[in-house]
């Protein structure tokens, strides 16, 4: 079974600094792939960046950046320059494949507050 | 471009109605999903369905039904609903190389 963990519930930072989200995680397959989603209060699910379980690079996307440490089991978010927009709820995913396709399972999120 | 599309957008029901959740994408996916949120929680996945024809359950599949109709279509239906199903459901669909895309979720009450 594949389990997503984030241990911070709720994180404050001061605008413009940059902030890191820590996801771990825990699977038995050798191929995965781990995915970061915002959710503001409007509720929608926003993609944020995704990294492969054998890609070589820790993935960028503008301001995001996904620190991957493969033997650590972690996959934590780090946003940097942090704006007011920034405050939202952020979850960690991770696909990953048993004998009957591919599920996508989520961590319980972290509250980010952006502070003025 | 539609993306995910769900359908109803808020429901409320009585305790031991009967509903049904309707999901359809429009990118030829073949891996789609039903999650539910409660307040301030994660998302838990209920079932999913890996492709047409095939569905198995996730975390918590108890008191669900679902139907993967054709490549498009997933649906979710309660059978008797509870208090306890009192919560937002999202849809949600995803390719072989893609992230998962979501639909914009259905809040549903059960009184």
């Known amino acids: 079974a594949q389990k997503i963990t984030q241990t911070q519930p709720g994180m404050f930072v001061q605008e413009k600094e940059a902030v890191t989200l820590d996801c771990t995680y825990d699977?038995?397959?050798?191929?995965?792939?781990l995915f970061w989603y915002k959710q503001p209060s409007s509720g929608e699910m926003i993609f944020l960046i995704y990294?492969?379980?054998?890609?070589?690079q820790n993935a960028t996307e503008g301001r995001y950046s996904l620190n991957f440490q493969k033997a650590r089991k972690s996959a934590n978010l780090v946003i940097s320059a942090s704006q007011l927009g920034d405050s939202a709820m952020y979850f960690c995913?991770?696909?990953?494949?048993?004998?009957?396709?591919?599920?996508?399972?989520f961590g319980g999120g972290t509250r980010l507050m952006v502070k003025p | 471009n539609a993306g995910v599309t769900q359908t109803p957008k808020f429901q409320v029901l009585k305790t031991g109605q009967s509903m049904t959740l309707q999901c359809a994408q429009d990118m030829n996916h073949n891996s789609m999903y039903w999650y539910r949120q409660d307040p301030g929680m994660g998302l838990r996945l209920i079932y999913y369905?890996?492709?047409?024809?095939?569905?198995d359950k996730g975390e918590v599949p108890n008191g669900y039904n679902v139907s993967r109709l054709n490549k498009r279509e997933f649906s979710l239906r309660l059978e008797s609903a509870a208090p306890s199903q009192t919560s937002v459901y999202f849809c949600?669909?995803?390719?072989?190389?893609?992230?998962?895309?979501f639909g914009q979720g259905t809040r549903l009450t059960v009184v």
């Open positions: 949600a669909s995803r390719g072989p190389n893609t992230e998962a895309f």
């Open positions: 990294q492969g379980s054998y890609d070589q």
């Open positions: 699977t038995s397959d050798p191929s995965y792939g």
């Open positions: 995913a991770m696909r990953g494949r048993n004998n009957a396709g591919n599920m996508l399972t």
């Open positions: 369905s890996a492709s047409e024809g095939t569905t």
